[in-house]
C-alpha cells in the first residue's frame, strides 16, 4: 500500500498540519505512559496530558473555547479493522512518526465503505494534524515494531465516553457505539464480533510489509 505523507497534497481532503503549537512537553509526558503488554490502549482524557500548557493552546485556538479533553491512543498496530467518525474534527500528535489509514464520510454507500478507497498517511513525529470531522479514521498504525506508538487525541470533551441511551430512528443511529462515535467495522474484527455495525468491505488491510 502506498503511502503518503501529510504533507502531500492527497492529505488535503483528509486533514491539515497545525502550525504555531510547542509540542515538547507533551510528547515527554506521553513517553511516561507505559505500553500496554499487547494490541492497543485509549483513554479520552488523561490528567497528566491535560496538565501541559498546550492543552489550553488547543482548546483556546484549535477549537475555538470550546470544552476539549486530551487522551492518547497507543500500543502496536498494522491494521484497519474498522474505521469511526465524529461530529467535529480530532487532533494527533505522535511521540514518533505514525501512520493513520483514512476515508471519506461521503465514499460510505449503503452504510458501507469498501476499504480499497482507504488511503494511508504518514505523521511526523511532534506535528500535530487535524483530522475533519468527514474523515473516517481510527487506531493510529506503528512504523517501529518496537517502538509502538502514543499519539495524542484532542476531542470535544465527552466524546468516546458512554454511549447515550436513545431510541434508534434511522439507520445511522444504530452506527453509534460511545458519544460522538459512529463506527463501521470489519467483518475481522472483534468489533464486528462483539456487534458493532459490519461497514467496511473488501481487505482488512494490513500495512505490516509497507512500513
Known sequence: MHIYSVTDAEFKPYGKVLEGYDTAELLAAMEKIPMPEEGTAYEPGIESLEA??????????????????LGMCWGHNTKLNCLEYHRDSEVNIGTKDFIL?????????????????????????????????????????????????????????????????????CEEDRWMTARNKWLLAHP????????????LSGDNIDIKEDI
Open 188 to 199: 475481522e474484527s472483534k468489533q464486528a464480533k462483539n456487534g458493532a455495525h459490519i461497514g
Open 52 to 69: 501541559c500548557a498546550i492543552y489550553g493552546d488547543f482548546r483556546d485556538r484549535a477549537y475555538g473555547g470550546m470544552p476539549i479533553q
Open 101 to 169: 489509514l483514512l476515508g471519506k464520510q461521503d465514499e460510505i454507500e449503503n452504510g458501507v465503505l469498501d476499504t480499497a478507497k482507504v488511503k494511508a498517511f504518514r505523521v511526523p513525529k511532534g506535528v500535530p494534524v487535524e483530522v475533519y470531522a468527514t474523515t473516517l479514521h481510527f487506531a493510529p498504525c506503528h512504523t517501529c515494531p518496537h517502538c509502538g506508538f502514543r499519539v495524542a487525541v484532542v476531542l470535544p470533551k465527552g466524546t468516546n465516553t458512554d454511549l447515550p441511551v436513545f431510541e434508534p430512528k
